[in-house]
């Protein structure tokens, strides 16, 4: 494995919708509540009301089922009140050869890491192989709402909740290239409030949520970013968002954004998810992509690396 400090800039690629993002594991809200605080947006005095959030969600899945999407649901452990975000229990990939595989998310705090060994049943009793990044739940953590196929590699955002260690594990693991990025936000602790792929060479972004060098190698990164203020991605959460095919599936959407977005022939739909930013995530925190692909959407090295900015 080689590690390099400089950010280099990957090949520009050619535009194409995303091959991934048509089939979902999602977790039914059963025993959603804000029990303690792990991030800035959780207060156990302002709870969710559950007929609303019950409701939110099933319009989200409603509408991904109506964009042709694959919905499968897990159901949620009565004791792991964030399960909900279904994002964080495991980075999903189907391999070249067609089996498909997760490594699970090995979670920071100590309140969500009951939620992996359940969703870890789920995949396995439905033929999915399952790993850990280094011994199994002990290793460095990882919180799978960190890491995403975009151009030449799987970007990795590091810093509050997935450790720098664990970039090396995946990519060693997977046989790809890994692009760390530093997250400094205390409010964008996982990458997917900072970060949404559009395409091939398309993505949101908010450099806000990243260390100076980090926020670079971001720009770097995408072609055509379509840039987030800080204050759009804490309010909006408008990064936290999934993409089918050409349809942008948003918890809001800023009027310049949406502007953007269209002029670059995307639809947006808006789905209200207010009850689920009480816990501190909004759509792509509720979905978690099953149809990543290796050598597809990420493509697989003789040799894994990483490449990751120097801190500032
Ligand atoms: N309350 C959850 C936590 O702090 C929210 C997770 C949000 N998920 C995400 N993929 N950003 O872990």
Request: glycine share 8%; hydrophobic share 45%.
């Amino acid at each position: 494995m080689t590690e390099f400090t400089d950010p280099t800039t990957a090949e520009p690629a050619e535009l194409a919708e995303l091959a991934w993002g048509s089939h979902y594991a999602v977790v039914e809200p059963t025993h959603f509540r804000i029990d303690y605080a792990i991030n800035p947006f959780m207060d156990p005095d302002v709870q969710p009301d559950p007929a609303r959030a019950s409701d939110q969600w099933a319009a989200l899945v409603g509408t991904l089922r109506g964009l042709g999407a694959r919905i499968d649901v897990l159901p949620q452990r009565e004791d792991a009140p964030d399960m909900v975000y279904a994002m964080n229990l495991g980075l999903a990939l189907l391999r070249t050869a067609g089996d498909p595989h997760v490594v699970m998310s090995h979670m920071r705090y100590p309140q969500r890491r009951m939620e992996t060994g359940s969703a870890q049943q789920w995949f396995a009793g439905r033929g999915w192989t399952t790993s850990y990044v280094g011994r199994e739940g002990v290793g460095a953590h990882l919180e799978a709402g960190d890491a995403f196929a975009f151009g030449d590699a799987l970007v990795v955002g590091f810093g509050p909740r997935t450790e720098e260690l664990a970039l090396k594990h995946l990519a060693l693991e997977l046989g790809v290239r890994v692009r760390g990025l530093r997250l400094t936000h205390p409010g964008m602790y996982h990458l997917d409030l900072a970060f949404c792929p559009l395409d091939s060479r398309r993505a949101l972004v908010c450099p806000a949520a990243l260390d100076a060098p980090s926020a670079r190698a971001l720009m770097e990164l995408v072609p055509e970013p379509l840039v987030l203020t800080e204050q759009e991605a804490l309010t909006t959460f408008a990064a936290n968002s999934v993409v089918v095919g050409r349809t942008v599936v948003m918890p809001a959407c800023p009027a310049r954004v949406r502007a953007q977005l269209e002029s670059w022939g995307f639809e947006v739909v808006v789905v209200e998810v207010s009850e689920f930013h009480k816990g501190g995530g909004s759509i792509r925190c509720l979905t978690n992509p099953l149809d990543v692909t290796l050598g597809r959407d990420l493509p697989v090295l003789a040799r894994g690396e990483v490449i990751t900015p120097p801190p500032a």
